[in-house]
Every structure is written in structure tokens, then in C-alpha cells.
């Protein structure tokens, strides 16, 4: 997976999986522009790590769901490093377990815009300036499965996302690839907030490999769809939950 003079975009990259993504691709040679929101010492942080192992990276601030934003984002990106060749749409949330019959219409569109929306933005943001390239949108094992309780604005915009990279790959191909990858149980804030920890500890048991996923395991798999090494691979949403699910 050489990526050697590639420069990378993973938004909400300073934490978690986003994070685990950043410094996999600056690993493999990827330039590495980092977006966040809210978490400035982290994405700040990352951009240590990466310059420490003599990489390049620089972070930036930005909400995703205005395109001022994101089209501010990727000018950074090629002012500074002169090109855009993959894009990792990672930023997204479940903000608040809510059934449909309690949720208000406002947070039915928050939920959207932070997790379809976002990254619509940032692909229309990017397109003109990729010539070549791809895509890796971050979606969910939720868009197949309904998710659990309270998450079905959640799963609802994951599924989005995931017929999002379908139709892509057919509209962008030959030139830049489109795919998606579906976490299930990943150990991170996500869970650490929204998930019981006797209901991790069940999936554990269920799961066949015996464990929650790391955010390591998920940046490998997204450094392998941005490389050369998935060449014939595009409109794949790929299954990653330790065989929890199979689709």
C-alpha cells in the first residue's frame, strides 16, 4: 500500500477511527490533511505523531455541513500540499438514542446532515480538483442492520451513505474509485457513550472473533480501498465487525 505522494483528506480525524485513519495513511507515504469540528488537541496531536515519524500532515478546522467549509478545506489542502488524491468521509455521529415517535423533526435532520449531508459536501468539494483518485466513506454496520435501540435516524443516514457509494462508482468511474466500509462493534467513544457496557460485553460473546473491533482495524482496511492495491475494486461496502453479520 505505497501511497507516496498522495495527499489524503480524513475528516473527523482527530479521534478515534478517524485518527487510527490519519496516521495509517501518513504511515504509508499519504500527505495528510486532518478535519475537525470540535477536537482541536486531538487533530493537533495526530499532526505531532505524524511529523514525529517524519510524515506531513496539518489540521483544520471546519463544520462539514456548509460548503464554505468544506470548499475552504480542500483549498487548504491544495495550497499546502498541492493536490487531493483520496478522500476519507469519516466525520458522523448518533448525537441521542431517539425512537421515531420521540425525536423531533430537528433532530432527524441534525442526525442527517452530520452523517449524509457532510459527506456530500465534502465529495462536491473535492471533485473538481481530482482528477484521479478515491473515496472511502465511513458507514456502518447500522445501515444494514437497522442498528440498535434509538438509532434509526442513524442507521437510516448510514444506508444513505451506503447507496451513496454505489451510485458514485458508477457516475465517477473510470477515474475515482468509490467504497465504503460498515464497522460493527469498534471500541471508541462512539460506544463509550451510546452503548451499554454489558451490551458490548454480549456482542463480544456473539461475535465469532471473540472481540469489539479497534480503530486500527478499520484504518488498515481504509488505507487498503484508498490504495493502489484495490485497483478493481469500487461500489463495495465492506463488511467489518469480527463476523458478527454477513451481508
Known amino acids: 500500500m505505497n501511497l507516496q505522494g498522495k495527499t489524503a483528506i480524513v475528516t473527523g480525524g482527530g479521534r478515534d477511527i478517524g485518527r487510527a485513519c490519519a496516521l495509517k495513511l501518513a504511515e504509508q507515504g499519504a500527505r495528510v490533511v486532518i478535519n475537525y469540528f470540535a ?8 499532526v505531532k505523531d505524524i511529523e514525529a515519524a517524519g510524515g506531513s500532515a496539518i489540521a483544520v478546522q471546519g463544520d462539514l455541513n456548509k460548503a464554505e467549509s468544506a470548499e ?17 468521509n469519516n466525520a458522523g455521529g448518533l448525537i ?15 442526525v442527517m446532515n452530520l452523517n449524509l449531508t457532510s459527506t456530500v459536501t465534502m465529495i462536491k468539494a473535492c471533485l473538481p480538483h481530482m482528477s484521479k483518485g478515491a473515496i472511502v466513506n465511513v458507514a456502518s454496520q447500522a445501515g444494514r442492520d437497522g442498528g440498535g435501540g434509538g438509532a434509526v435516524a442513524y442507521a437510516t443516514s448510514k ?11 458508477k457516475e465517477l468511474g473510470p477515474d475515482i474509485r468509490v467504497n465504503a466500509l460498515c464497522p460493527g462493534m469498534i471500541d471508541t467513544d462512539f460506544h463509550n457513550i451510546f452503548t451499554k457496557d454489558e451490551a458490548r460485553r ?17 484504518a488498515n482496511l481504509v488505507a487498503y480501498l ?3 492495491d484495490a485497483a478493481f475494486l469500487t461500489g463495495t461496502n465492506v463488511d467489518i465487525n469480527g463476523g458478527l453479520l454477513f451481508s
Not at 39 to 46: C, I, N, P, R, T
Not at 72 to 88: P, Q, R
Not at 96 to 110: F, N, V, Y
Open 39 to 46: 477536537s482541536s488537541a486531538g487533530a493537533e496531536q495526530v
Open 72 to 88: 475552504a478545506l480542500v483549498a487548504t489542502a491544495l495550497e499546502t500540499f498541492g493536490s487531493v488524491d483520496i478522500l476519507v
Open 96 to 110: 441521542a438514542r431517539k425512537t421515531l415517535a420521540e425525536m423531533s423533526m430537528d433532530h432527524w435532520h441534525a
Open 159 to 169: 444506508g444513505a451513505v451506503m447507496t451513496l457509494t454505489r451510485g458514485l462508482a
Open 202 to 218: 454480549n456482542v463480544e460473546a456473539a461475535t465469532p472473533l471473540k472481540r469489539q473491533g479497534t480503530p486500527e482495524d478499520v
Open 226 to 228: 484508498a490504495s493502489d
